[in-house]
């Protein structure tokens, strides 16, 4: 089945801070989603983007489909953004694997201190 | 619709012993997917409705777990003779089928934190 990487798998932030977390997968997707999972285990949705640019406030994400990667723009971190970043994706159904089931990477854990 | 909903957030049961989870999907969705979530993992995928037909079971999911979702609403998730082993957050999904067979953003719940002592 298709496969997911993150990298870093953990980053350690000061307030105010940018960074930059790299999803990477190993076949054509037909959907992408980034996610913040919060200390209570709840995953948030961040982004829906299988391709192209979006922007949410600080966040921002890209996905460049061709190249199977995708990058989530932290920008002006606070400390309210630690916890652990996932990017899930859902496979096209040439490449093997199945189109409605996200496979998740094991994530990116954010520390933000003050 | 506030979103989807998980029914107990947290569950302590001894070795042995049955559980049962409970989620109630977005109202207009079609797809029901069952995650499992263990300590510095990503989610995995245990299960998948689409409506009230049970279309996919992972590999994860060994003889002593069932799921259901009847009338394609809400669904369970049992959980026979636990063992230390289950212990594990358990999330539940939902989205839409679109025309094409894939789906749309899945939303998830707050989750079931199951410990078995």
């Known amino acids: 089945g298709i496969q997911v990487e993150q990298s870093p798998p953990d980053l350690i932030l000061q307030e105010g801070a940018n960074s930059t977390l790299r999803c990477n997968f190993s076949?054509?997707?037909?959907?992408l989603q980034w996610f913040h999972q919060n200390p209570w285990g709840q995953l948030i949705n961040l982004f829906y983007?299988?391709?192209g640019t979006k922007q949410n406030g600080r966040l921002s994400a890209t996905t460049v489909a061709t190249e199977r990667y995708s990058l989530l723009y932290i920008s002006s971190s606070q400390t309210t953004d630690s916890g652990v970043y996932f990017c899930?994706?859902?496979?096209?159904?040439?490449?093997?694997?199945?189109?409605?089931?996200?496979?998740f990477g094991k994530g990116t854990l954010l520390t933000v201190n003050p | 619709d506030t979103g989807v909903s998980q029914d107990p957030r947290h569950k302590i049961t001894k070795r042995g012993q049955n559980v049962t989870f409970r989620c109630d999907p977005i109202?207009?969705?079609?797809?029901l997917y069952w995650y499992r979530q263990t300590l510095g993992q990503g989610p995995e995928f245990l299960t998948y409705?689409?409506?009230?037909?049970?279309?996919?079971k992972s590999r994860l999911l060994s003889d002593r777990f069932s799921a259901e979702r009847p009338k394609g609403s809400f669904s369970t998730l049992e959980i026979q003779r636990t063992e230390q082993g289950d212990s594990a957050m358990y999330l539940c999904?939902?989205?839409?089928?679109?025309?094409?067979?894939?789906?749309?953003?899945?939303?998830f719940g707050q989750g079931t934190r199951l410990t078995v002592v």
């Open positions: 999904a939902s989205s839409l089928r679109t025309g094409t067979g894939s789906s749309t953003e899945a939303f």
């Open positions: 076949d054509s997707v037909n959907n």
């Open positions: 983007i299988p391709s």
């Open positions: 899930a994706v859902t496979a096209r159904p040439n490449s093997g694997g199945s189109n409605y089931k996200l496979t």
């Open positions: 109202s207009e969705h079609n797809r």
């Open positions: 409705f689409q409506n009230e037909a049970q279309l996919e």
